[in-house]
């Protein structure tokens, strides 16, 4: 509105005059409209929606709503309508899994072979929250096998014992051969021989036979100078037997004799009844006879023999015991006194029968022996060597293998038996058979179905061992059917609107009925189809609202002129004011001019 100030009534109206249309001083208004007003703008944040993450450090959201925007230049809101801002929010502390590993393994406990060496476990970040633990401890260790230059090692020998001795009699010598069980290597230090060296001794069992060694020396002188004589060579033994060795075939100094003859000369005959045969009786008195045997018959003018020779003659003979002659021989040789190598055996004279009454003697007494030479082959020679020790086992558990080497320290010969095994030949056994430190192995199996169809549940996982640890292996890092879980979300659950309408604003009218409008304000949008709102966020409805009547001013005016008094001069003309709507409520009276 603006009002009008009327001017002081300079003439008042007297004597009947015509009163002014307004009382002096009296004003009159009538509206006026120039720029609308500014409008702040009125908008809140609403609250904080629900935090981003079920553990740990999230975030959370609230939203501006703007119930009412500015406009007219009015002051803008401290942000858009629909504008969002976050803050940290902190349920539960998410698990921390443990994070940690082995370093690098550590310097070798030995300079040379077979040692050990080590790492260790270390953590660098814990487990907390019931995260999943580490395979190790902090600080602990494992270790390794390692080798770096093979150790310096020293032949290992000796001489093995003395084999036989090479003569079964007398002086002979014997061998022993060097045996490395361990040949040096890398530098160790050398045996005092090769393997397969040899070194000799003297040996001496018992004397061996010696044989008689003897010879018949020449014929001496004819014993005659004409005719046929004896000559006689003499026996010489140079080499006497002993130890059982073979006798000679005579004694020393023992003669043989043979004929001689130089001229012939007259030869008488010699002849001579032989001895009488026997008796035509075994018994009693019998007859025997005799026959002349002309032995040398005469020559050269020589004296004939008293009967021819074949010549016989009888006798009367006796019962009396006849003459028995010797019955022997020598049996057959007995065993040699060795196998080889030249022994002697003997034979023995049995008399089977003796000699008696003149009968002729048997050649050798009863029990005499004679000798001679046999097995004059070469011994044979029985292989001898023997297995070594056994090496190294290949492995340290787990049942490995070693080997020992034959060794032939004296070689079969002449038909000996052979050794067991050919000389560099090996055998194996097992060794170390205790089982190895066996490591567990397991594994977590893949997570279960999750224990919610919607929104954030658990899901569990089982530890299955498929290798238990044994002998001393590492254990699993967990035992076998041990579980942990794990937060899991499949599908969001829906998610219902939540939402209202605010405060209903200011009326729009002062005054009389206007109308008051309310904003819905969404809180917590509806997702994954949840139940939506009634409204959307930032719908507004309205209603009518009045407070009081509103002042109603007086509406009026002046109609026009009417006829000027006077025709000339002055003269006045009247208008009449007309209150088409009166004032009421406290409103503006009419006003006159």
């Avoid at 020396?217 to 006689?232: K, L, N, Y």
């Avoid at 026959?291 to 005469?298: D, H």
């Amino acid at each position: 509105y603006q009002r009008r100030v009327h001017g002081t009534v300079s003439v008042p109206d007297s004597f009947g005059g015509a009163a002014c249309i307004a009382d002096d001083g009296a004003t009159r208004s009538q509206e006026c409209s120039t720029n609308e007003c500014p409008v702040d703008c009125v908008g809140s944040y609403g609250a904080f929606d629900s935090c981003s993450t079920s553990c740990g450090t999230g975030s959370q959201t609230q939203t501006f709503i703007v119930s009412v925007p500015s406009a007219f230049d009015g002051a803008s809101c401290i942000a858009d309508n629909g504008a969002t801002r976050s803050q940290e929010c902190s349920t539960n502390e998410c698990p921390v899994d443990c994070v940690g590993n082995y370093g690098t393994f550590g310097a070798c406990s030995t300079s040379c072979g077979t040692g050990s060496q080590t790492q260790t476990f270390t953590v660098s970040v814990p487990d907390s929250f019931g995260g999943a633990a580490c395979i190790a401890d902090d600080g602990a260790t494992r270790s390794q096998e390692c080798s770096t230059n093979e150790c310096p090692v020293d032949c290992i020998g000796s001489y093995g014992a003395f084999g036989s001795c090479s003569t079964s009699c007398g002086t002979g010598s014997q061998t022993q051969t060097f045996i490395v069980s361990v040949p040096s290597a890398f530098g160790g230090a050398l045996c005092i021989a090769d393997n397969g060296a040899t070194r000799s001794q003297e040996c001496s069992t018992n004397e061996c036979p010696v044989d008689c060694v003897g010879s018949y020396g020449t014929f001496g002188a004819c014993s005659t100078s004409c005719g046929t004589g004896s000559q006689t060579q003499t026996f010489t033994v140079s080499v006497p037997s002993a130890f059982g060795g073979a006798l000679c075939i005579a004694d020393n100094g023992a003669t043989r004799s043979q004929e001689c003859s130089t001229n012939e000369c007259p030869v008488d005959c010699v002849g001579s009844y032989g001895t009488f045969g026997a008796c035509s009786t075994s018994c009693g008195t019998g007859s025997q006879t005799q026959t002349f045997t002309v032995s040398v018959p005469s020559a050269f003018g020589g004296a004939s023999c008293i009967a021819d020779d074949g010549v016989t003659r009888s006798q009367e003979c006796s019962t009396n015991e006849c003459p028995v002659d010797c019955v022997g021989s020598y049996g057959s040789f007995d065993a040699c006194s060795s196998t080889c190598g030249s022994g002697a055996q003997a034979q023995t004279f049995t008399v089977s029968v003796p000699s008696a009454f003149g009968g002729m003697g048997c050649i050798a007494d009863d029990g005499a022996t004679r000798s001679q030479a046999c097995n004059t082959d070469e011994c044979p020679v029985d292989c001898v060597g023997s297995y070594g020790a056994f090496d190294a086992c290949s492995a340290t558990c787990g049942a490995g293998s070693q080997s020992q080497t034959f060794t032939v320290s004296v070689p079969s010969g002449f038909g000996g038996a052979a050794c067991i095994a050919d000389d560099g030949a090996t055998r194996s056994q097992v060794c170390n058979t205790d089982d190895c430190p066996v490591d567990c192995v397991g594994s977590y199996g893949q997570f279960g179905a999750c224990s919610t169809s919607c929104g954030v549940g658990s899901q569990t996982q089982t530890f299955t061992v498929s290798v238990p640890n044994s002998s001393g292996g590492a254990a699993c890092i967990a035992d076998d059917g041990a579980s942990r879980s794990q937060e899991c979300s499949t599908n969001p659950c829906p998610v219902d609107c939540v939402g209202s309408y605010g405060a209903f604003g200011a009326c729009s009218a002062s005054c009389g009925t206007g109308s008051q409008t309310q904003t819905f304000s969404v809180s917590v949008a509806d997702a994954h189809g949840g139940a939506a709102c009634i409204a959307e966020d930032g719908a507004t409805r309205s209603q009518e609202c009045s407070t009081a009547d509103c002042p109603v001013d007086c509406i009026g005016s002046y109609g026009p002129f009417g006829s000027c008094s006077t025709t000339c001069g002055s003269g006045e003309q009247i208008q009449t004011f007309s209150v088409s709507v009166p004032d009421s409520f406290g409103g503006a009276p009419c006003t006159l001019r």
